[in-house]
Structure formats: C-alpha cells, structure tokens
C-alpha cells in the first residue's frame, strides 16, 4: 500500500520480473480494466516493458506477455470477473485493488485459478481504500503488507508535483491516503459511514422498485448506468441488488432493469429523465411495453438530493442484503462535490432514486402498484 508515486508500479514489475527469473509462471496481470492494465502495468514508465533490459524483454501479443525463456502472462480485467474462469495461473499481480469496481467477485474468481506450481503467490499494489476486499486482507494473517509513502520516492518525482500537490495536501486526509498511503476508514464529512449499513431482520416486501439512473451517451467511455432494486416494508427500505452497468449502451441498459424488473417481481421502474428525456421510457418499452416506467426529474444537486436518504440510513431505516460491497464503497467515497472518487456516482444516484420513491415521497404508502 502507498501514496500516488510511491512506487507501487515499479515495486509490481520488479517482482514479476523476479518470478521470471525464476521461471514462475503462467502469471496473471489484473488491472481495473484491460486498457489500464496496458497503459500503465505494461507500457507504463515503470510498467513490464521498461524495466527489463533488452534481452529479458518480453513481448505483447495481444493481451498476453511472452518473455525469451517461455514464461508467459495474461492480462485480465478486475470489471469483468467472469473472464477468470478456466485459465489457471502460478501467480498474479493485483494492481489498483483499491478501485476495482467489483472487487470481491474478481479476488475471489482469481484464487480458483491460482492452483500451478509448489506455491502459487499473488501481488496486489494500491492506494488504499477502505473496501471491503482491501479490510478482508489486511486482517488475513497470511497477508504480508508493505508500505510507501510519497516522499520516499521523491528523488523519481518532478519537483513541480512535490511542491504543488505534495505540499498542499500533507497532512490532509486525503493526502494521509493519497500520499501517505493510510487506510483511512470513512470520509470525514461523508453522508455515509460503513456502520450504517446492516442486514434487513426480516424480508416481507410490500411493494419493490428498479431506479436507473442512464448515461448520457452508450459507448465505451460512457458513465455507468446505475440500476439498483429496492424494496419497502412498513416504515423501512431494503436494498436487494446492484444491477449498475458500465459503458452500457441504452438497451442493453434497458434490458437489464427489464430483467432485474421480473426477476424481483417489481412494480415499475424509476427513471431519471433529465438525460434522456422521452428517450428512456421509450427504449424501456421497446425492450417491454408492459413495464410501468415512473419519471423523474432532477432539479437538486446531487449532495442536496442524497441528504435526505443518508438521514434515513442515520435513522437505522435502510437496510441492505449481502454482496452489494460495490456500493457502499461508492456510497461511502460520495463527496460534496457530487463525485466518489472523481468519478460520477451512478450507483448512489440510482439509490437516491429507489430509496426517495419508496420512502420520501409526498404520497400514501401504495401496495405493489406504482
């Protein structure tokens, strides 16, 4: 674990360039996605093809690293954790584990395959985060943890970075994460805090929604569609499932709030129109025209529309069902100025939807019926 530019890459290549070496392989390159893992555990200044000298060098082909003595790599994607089954692997190096969006699904499927050789070993390099996968292995007595702060790696730094973000951030709580590489457990001012999230004490639905919240735009460098499930009984919510779809275009989005829709056996969708205008009922029931779909509109910002949720959560009045670590990590690095983690906050939108419909709306409690 280490602050941004402390190393951490370079720490990564340098240990797979040792299990060459040694003849370990076949080995597994897991990034956030596969162009990051390219871009910088690979091609990076510090990544694969620049710290080996020439005649150790290995080669690209495709998403495989082919090095002189035979031994061979794959890079993988942490966003699409299906991929993991069937390759099998001696060793992995984890990069950014503190960012996967589905973390614990993609740790989990890589262990299956991590069966070659006399001690099958992995890697991971990051920033910490508080998730959940991260809390999973600092408490795992097998874990070994290493850690760097920015500082320790100035003489590689430009002194500009030093002076204009080093400077201003130490001693902040983001830069004891950022540049000291702390894991700091909740966002000081955060909505929400990883104690409020606890398991419903009993699950009788009284009536069930699918709030989406679209992109704007479906290709690869798309917002994520965030589609969340909820659900109400008496005076509390429960969240049932994150649905939420990356680069998603508008109706493979549709097609899976349709499916969550019957597979929770919904009462309608919720969908914010501000994007999309007509556009989104339309592609919904294009996918099924028997779908109610229920528009709404944005006219807050974001923080301002999350408040009143988070106050409901405050209450003990939300609660949540197991594997939803995706988005709590989301909802718990939600800042004030509407991003989690400089990212747009698709999920926790999607779940201002659902919770603010079941709960907040100015209307009779309704019985399985939008």
Not at 207 to 217: L, N, Q
Request: proline content about 6%; charged content about 25%; aromatic content about 4%.
């Amino acid at each position: 674990m280490g602050g941004r530019g402390a190393g951490k890459t370079r720490a990564g290549a340098e240990w797979v360039r040792g299990l060459v070496r040694q003849r370990i392989g076949p080995i597994a390159l897991v990034g956030e996605t596969i162009a990051e893992a390219l871009a910088i555990m690979v091609r990076g200044e510090s990544g694969l093809l620049n710290v080996h000298p020439e005649l150790e060098r290995p080669v690209l082909r495709g998403h495989q690293l082919i090095w002189p003595n035979g031994v061979e790599a794959t890079l993988l994607s942490a966003s699409d954790p299906d991929r993991f089954r069937g390759p099998q692997f001696a060793a992995a190096w984890c990069d950014e584990i503190g960012k996967w969006p589905r973390a614990e699904d993609a740790w989990d499927m890589l262990q299956f395959g991590l069966r070659l050789g006399e001690r099958p070993q992995q890697m991971a390099t990051t920033t910490p985060r508080p998730t959940r996968l991260l809390k999973r292995l600092l408490a795992d007595p097998q874990t070994v943890v290493t850690r760097m702060a920015t500082i320790e790696n100035s003489a590689q730094l430009a002194p500009q970075f030093l002076d204009a973000v080093v400077a201003r951030y130490r001693g902040t709580v983001l830069g004891r994460q950022e540049l000291d590489g702390e894991l700091i457990e909740d966002l000081p001012g955060a909505l929400w805090q990883r104690n409020m999230f606890r398991p419903p004490q009993s699950l009788a639905l009284e009536r069930i929604v699918v709030a989406v919240d679209p992109p704007v735009t479906g290709h690869a460098r798309s917002d994520a569609c965030g589609i969340v499930v909820a659900g109400r009984q008496g005076e509390e919510a429960v969240v049932l499932e994150d649905c939420t779809l990356s680069a998603a275009s508008p109706l493979r989005w549709a097609r899976r709030a349709v499916a969550a829709f019957h597979a929770h056996q919904a009462d309608g969708i919720v969908a914010e129109v501000n994007q999309g205008g007509d556009l989104v009922a339309s592609v919904i029931a294009q996918i099924d025209p028997k779908v109610p779909v229920r528009p709404v509109r944005a006219n807050r910002g974001k923080w301002l529309r999350a408040e009143p949720v988070a106050a409901l959560y405050g209450r003990g009045l939300v609660a949540h069902l197991a594997g939803l670590s995706a988005l709590e990590d989301e909802m718990c690095s939600f800042g004030a100025d509407g991003k989690s983690d400089g990212h747009s906050p698709d999920r926790v939108d999607a779940l201002v939807w659902a919770i603010t419909e079941l709960l907040l709306n100015d209307v009779q409690p309704r019985v399985r019926g939008l």
